[in-house]
């Protein structure tokens, strides 16, 4: 008749449980011994009973197996914790990491339009070089695809692919001309704001009477002028050639005296 099947639990009776403890305690023993001898192992066994008891078995010096292990546990959790050159690395290659991710994450966010405004002109182009650069490859990969479904759908395919690409060049065409009109408001209220306020006299719109003009002078107007102002008309009158000149009233002729 075999044993039966063992429960692993405490054994309440007192007595029960010493004998099993010397049996068991024997036996474990006994297996220390043979496995140091089968093996040519190094083996210490230390044991306590519940009394407070001990056991001990130990192949060689029981004192040397046990610095042995000292120096081995010892030994193990030096070479777990990391030199102070080895953090001095490993935390300057996490700083490298961390500030590339940042600066990924801030080249991402630009991509997407927004913190733009601490950037200059010249990141900006470079930002908008690369955004260009990156439609290219997009749309040239697009056309391959649409290239490739076309070939294997037919005619239909192919068509459909000019037209999409029709409208695509309409409306980069509208967008085009409404930059251009908002450009061209732009600089008509940039020179509105720069001409002057007021006409000088020889410019033309109004401002003031003309006083140099293109057109030739009318001789006729002045002629007239002067045939209907008599007082303007030169006087002819007869004189004696013996006859000695008078001066007019504030004239320039020399006195008798100085004759």
């Known amino acids: 008749m075999g044993r039966g099947k063992v429960v692993l639990q405490r054994i309440e009776n007192k007595i029960s449980r010493q004998v099993t403890f010397a049996k068991r305690r ?16 190094e083996v210490a066994l230390v044991l306590f009973s519940h009394a407070g008891r001990l056991y001990q078995f130990s192949s060689s010096n029981m004192l040397k197996t046990l610095e042995r292990y000292q120096r ?4 193990s959790a030096d070479a777990a914790v990391p030199s102070s050159d080895e953090m001095q690395n490993n935390y300057q290659e996490y700083v490298k990491l961390k500030t590339r991710v940042e600066v990924l994450q801030h ?25 260009d650069k990156t439609l290219k490859q997009i749309r040239s990969r697009k056309i391959c695809f649409n290239t490739t479904a076309a070939r294997h759908s037919g005619k239909t395919g192919i068509t459909q692919v000019l037209v999409d690409e ?25 020179d509105a ?9 020889w410019q033309g719109g109004g401002g003031g009477t003309d ?30 050639m013996n006859q000695q000149p008078m001066p007019a009233q504030g004239g320039c002729y020399p006195h008798s005296w100085m004759a």
């Open 26 to 41: 024997n036996g474990l023993l006994k297996k220390a011994y043979e496995l140091s001898i089968l093996c040519d192992a």
């Open 72 to 75: 081995y546990i010892y030994a």
């Open 107 to 131: 080249s991402q966010r630009n991509l997407l339009g927004e913190d733009l405004a601490p950037l200059t002109t010249s990141e900006l182009d470079q930002l908008e070089n690369q955004v």
């Open 166 to 190: 029709l409208c695509d060049l309409k409306r980069k065409e509208q967008m085009l001309q409404d930059a251009n009109r908002a450009l061209k408001r732009k600089l008509d209220e940039a």
């Open 193 to 201: 704001e720069a001409a002057p306020h007021t006409n000088l006299p």
């Open 211 to 240: 006083m140099l003009s293109d057109d030739p002078p009318q001789l006729e107007h002045f002629f007239q002028a002067l045939e209907g102002n008599p007082s303007l008309q030169p006087a002819f009158q007869l004189m004696d």
